[in-house]
């Protein structure tokens, strides 16, 4: 089955700074890539995804960059503020036979934590 | 709309007991997934449905149980329940599957004691 690893498990960074996160997936038939946001105690919440067949998508502040060839993607945050503070999860679908179901295999998480 | 909602918001379990974890969406998605989460991971698949009638087992599916009657709501029963099913629950929806994005529904933290 797929398996993604994801790095950083923790990232410091001041106000204003960049933070970026990497996933490898190993399943070269996925093709769809979300990062979700999760606050303490929270729900996961998507706040960006790429599909297989764009290398890269932005919104505002956030990016998101995909490797097929390499496996890998990243996430870009710009500017980064206090309320970024979060973990943050990439995520791959798996497949079956070809059809993917929306069954995602997660990232470890990161833990983001911007300084006032 | 409420979207995705779950109950019990907590709740501590004996070994031994068994369990249901309710979860219901009102956003009419044929897709829908049960994910647990131990403290510091990932989310990881437990079961998913594709529509009603339809269930099939994800990454760890075992202790756990689901049905699917109707489009609304998916259930997650725990039955004998051991300590290593401590840990959040989350029941997420999406329209298609696929490339959809999940929305997820507030978890249940359950604690087997």
């Known amino acids: 089955g797929e398996n993604v690893e994801q790095h950083p498990s923790t990232l410091s960074v001041q106000e204003g700074d960049s933070a970026v996160i990497k996933c490898t997936y190993s399943?070269?038939?996925?093709?769809?890539f979300p990062w979700y946001k999760q606050e303490l105690g929270k729900r996961p919440q998507l706040i960006i995804d790429?599909?297989?067949?764009?290398g890269e998508k932005k919104d505002q502040r956030i990016a998101v960059t995909l490797n097929k060839t390499a496996k890998h993607f990243s996430l870009h945050i710009t500017e980064t503020q206090p309320e970024d503070s979060a973990v943050y999860f990439c995520?791959?679908?798996?497949?079956?036979?070809?059809?993917?179901?929306?069954?995602?295999?997660f990232g470890q998480g990161t833990i983001l934590t911007v300084h006032p | 709309n409420a979207g995705v909602t779950q109950t019990p918001k907590f709740h501590i379990l004996k070994i031994g007991q068994s369990m249901t974890l309710q979860c219901t969406q009102d956003?009419?998605?044929?897709?829908m997934y049960w994910y647990r989460q131990d403290p510091g991971m990932g989310l990881k698949l437990i079961y998913y449905?594709?529509?009603?009638?339809?269930?099939d087992k994800g990454e760890v599916p075992n202790g756990y149980n689901v049905s699917r009657s109707t489009t609304e709501d998916f259930p997650l029963r725990l039955e004998l329940a051991a300590p290593s099913q401590t840990s959040v629950y989350f029941c997420?929806?999406?329209?298609?599957?696929?490339?959809?994005?999940?929305?997820f529904g507030p978890g249940t933290r359950l604690t087997v004691t």
């Open positions: 997420a929806s999406s329209r298609m599957g696929g490339s959809s994005e999940q929305y």
């Open positions: 399943d070269s038939a996925s093709n769809y």
């Open positions: 790429i599909r297989s067949n764009v």
């Open positions: 995520a791959a679908t798996t497949s079956a036979g070809g059809t993917s179901y929306g069954k995602l295999t």
């Open positions: 956003m009419n998605h044929n897709y």
């Open positions: 449905s594709v529509g009603a009638g339809i269930t």
